[in-house]
């Protein structure tokens, strides 16, 4: 029990497009959902909270017209990075919490060209 | 002051051989504590939680809690190379994992 996943795995984009990622609770409902970003040799950094039917609490520095986050559904949240650029590029990882733990999906691995 | 710190590492054990990995955090009021794995180029893996002092044991891992000293470690019993990653300690205000702060992680490396 306690799955998460992500789709897609990687993704490689032009500069200026958009990018959505999808993450998923498969085996439980998520009232709460957390998008993540993590560069290379560096801790994760919490970029914003995603609470059904609600809107999104972005962290600190985190810009809220760029990273677009829905959470349509007790299951169902995504990420949409909004005219990516080179700087973009980062894995980016969901979680979701279960009762009193939070569980990861496996990523997604952003490239911006 | 960071919040939660741990040792960056890296941490070289011997297969075999038991591997000390340590946390402190700042926030006294903190009440929950976990343990993720992260192998390299892959998202973290839960591998422990704790929530009132003492001991917590599951198969080869031990994690400790001393409320008191704001202090959370994670034990790793007869290490094998699999057991090679980052460990990275993460710490809830609330009861519950509704937000976390994580540490900047401990490299642990066991040499065959």
């Known amino acids: 029990g306690a799955v998460v996943s992500q789709h897609p795995s990687w993704v490689i984009c032009k500069s200026g497009t958009s990018v959505k990622i999808e993450c998923r609770s498969l085996?439980?409902?998520?009232?709460?959902m957390f998008w993540y970003r993590q560069f290379p040799k560096q801790s994760l950094m919490l970029m914003a909270t995603?609470?059904?039917?609600?809107?999104?609490?972005?962290e600190q520095g985190v810009e809220k017209d760029k990273f677009l986050i829905n959470h349509a559904s007790l299951t169902l949240s995504t990420l949409t990075v909004t005219s990516a650029h080179p700087e973009d590029s980062s894995f980016y990882i969901c979680?979701?919490?279960?009762?009193?733990?939070?569980?990861f999906g496996p990523g997604t691995r952003l490239t911006v060209t | 002051q960071k919040e939660v710190e741990q040792n960056s590492g890296p941490l070289s054990v011997p297969e075999g051989a038991i591997a000390s990995l340590n946390c402190t955090y700042s926030?006294?009021?903190?009440?929950?504590f976990f343990w993720y794995r992260q192998y390299s180029g892959k998202s973290p893996e839960l591998i422990m939680s704790?929530?009132?002092?003492g001991d917590k044991e599951d198969g080869r891992f031990t994690a400790q809690l001393n409320k008191a000293s704001q202090y959370v470690s994670l034990l790793i019993r007869d290490s094998q190379p699999s057991d090679s990653a980052t460990y990275l300690c993460?710490?809830?205000?609330?009861?519950?994992?509704?937000?976390?702060?994580f540490g900047s992680g401990t490299q642990l490396t066991v040499l065959p």
């Open positions: 979680s979701a919490t279960r009762i009193y733990e939070q569980y």
């Open positions: 926030d006294r009021v903190s009440q929950s």
């Open positions: 993460a710490v809830s205000l609330s009861g519950s994992a509704r937000q976390l702060t």
């Open positions: 085996d439980f409902q998520a009232t709460t």
């Open positions: 704790i929530y009132s002092n």
């Open positions: 995603s609470n059904e039917g609600s809107k999104a609490t972005y």
